[in-house]
């Protein structure tokens, strides 16, 4: 039985598993439709983009930042690969000498925030156009293992959610969930192997089975249906999902998340875009999980994670790039 997630519905972000372009094509529309969704809330006059976030020690800025920075380097991997290998190299050993200095943030400090939001928009509006052009059987060099076209976009949508909902719960903004989300919730379901593997902990042998309800009513299922261990969403309304949705990815509690767990335990944030989190240790009565591809390739970059371990807060973002990398979906 395959584990790769397949909703029963057919929410209108595609995420068929066929390397087509017409799934790369709608991964790109998802991907615009959510930076132009972020870009409405900072681009009003009355956000300071000063604001502290929920990241400790970033502002509002900071976050667009570091979206700026990542966007700047995704283009240039699809560009220029060669180029970008040598920028992550030099990007890496910058951050270890000195001593976990975020640069994605840093960038954009000397910055306005008009100018900040100029380039932002600049360079994802060239990210996305070099990526509608790219051959769905691309594998695109990034930091960690090399990713599939349809991964490679589909991080740019977990990254631009992820850290447009810390900004929304800065400045107290409610944003209304889409189906898009479910790439989102994929990459969550899938990086609980990666979990395990950055912290040298054994993988449960158990499979696990998730069901969502999105925004439109559709439900989406990963892993097989008759596994023990289960994680649901209880309610259909759009504000249930997105409260559900935020555990996957982002600081929040999961006492804000409306789920049915069954037989099991959730960490408090996800190791896709926490994996310095720690998951619940394994044991017969208590097994950890966000949900899971028992499928999932094994991570072949430990010697990377642990010269990355040391740089406390500052390695989030390139812990979070390697554990969407090492999805293929």
């Known amino acids: 039985m395959s584990t790769r997630g397949t909703p029963t519905g057919s929410p209108s972000s595609a995420f068929g598993h066929t390397c087509d ?23 009003s006059p009355d956000v300071d983009w000063s604001t502290s976030t929920p990241a400790p020690g970033w502002s509002v800025a900071d976050q667009i930042s570091h979206l700026w920075f990542f966007d700047q380097r995704a283009a240039m991997a699809l560009a220029d690969p060669d180029a970008f290998r040598a920028d992550a190299e030099a990007l890496m050993i910058a951050m270890v000498e000195s001593g976990g200095t975020d640069m994605s943030a840093a960038a954009g400090r000397s910055m306005t925030s008009a100018s900040l939001l100029d380039a932002w928009r600049l360079d994802r509006t060239r990210l996305i156009e070099l990526a ?21 976009v589909t991080a740019r949508v977990m990254e631009t959610w992820a850290h447009g909902q810390d900004i929304a719960d800065a400045l107290a903004v409610t944003r209304e969930p889409a189906d898009r989300l479910r790439h989102v919730a994929h990459i969550g379901v899938g990086a ?18 998730v069901e969502l309800r999105g925004p439109s009513g559709d439900v989406w299922t990963w892993g097989p249906d008759d596994a023990v261990d289960r994680v649901a969403a209880t309610r259909s309304s759009s ?8 555990t996957s990815t982002t ?3 999961p006492s804000t998340a409306t789920q049915r767990r069954s037989g099991c335990r959730s960490p408090s944030r996800s190791p896709a875009h926490l ?12 097994r950890g999980h966000t949900a899971s591809f028992d499928s999932l390739r094994p991570f072949p970059k430990a010697m990377l994670v642990r010269r990355l371990g040391a740089l406390g807060p500052a390695r989030r973002p390139l812990l979070c790039a390697i554990a969407a990398a090492t999805l293929d979906c």
Do not use: K, N
């Not at 991964?27 to 439709?33: E, P, Q, S, T």
């Not at 609980?192 to 089975?209: E, G, K, L, W």
């Not at 504000?239 to 935020?246: C, F, L, P, Q």
């Open 21 to 43: 372009d017409d799934a790369v094509q709608q991964l790109c529309d998802d991907f615009a439709a959510e930076a132009d969704d972020l870009d409405r809330i900072v681009a």
């Open 132 to 152: 509608r052009d790219v051959d769905p059987s691309t594998r695109v060099p990034w930091y960690g293992p090399a990713m599939g076209a349809r991964s490679f």
């Open 192 to 209: 609980r192997t990666f979990s395990y593997a950055v912290h040298a902990r054994p993988m449960p042998d158990a499979a696990i089975r």
């Open 239 to 246: 504000a249930s999902w997105s409260r559900s949705g935020a």
């Open 251 to 253: 600081r929040r509690s």
């Open 275 to 286: 994996a310095q989190d720690a998951p619940p240790a394994s044991s017969p009565d208590r």
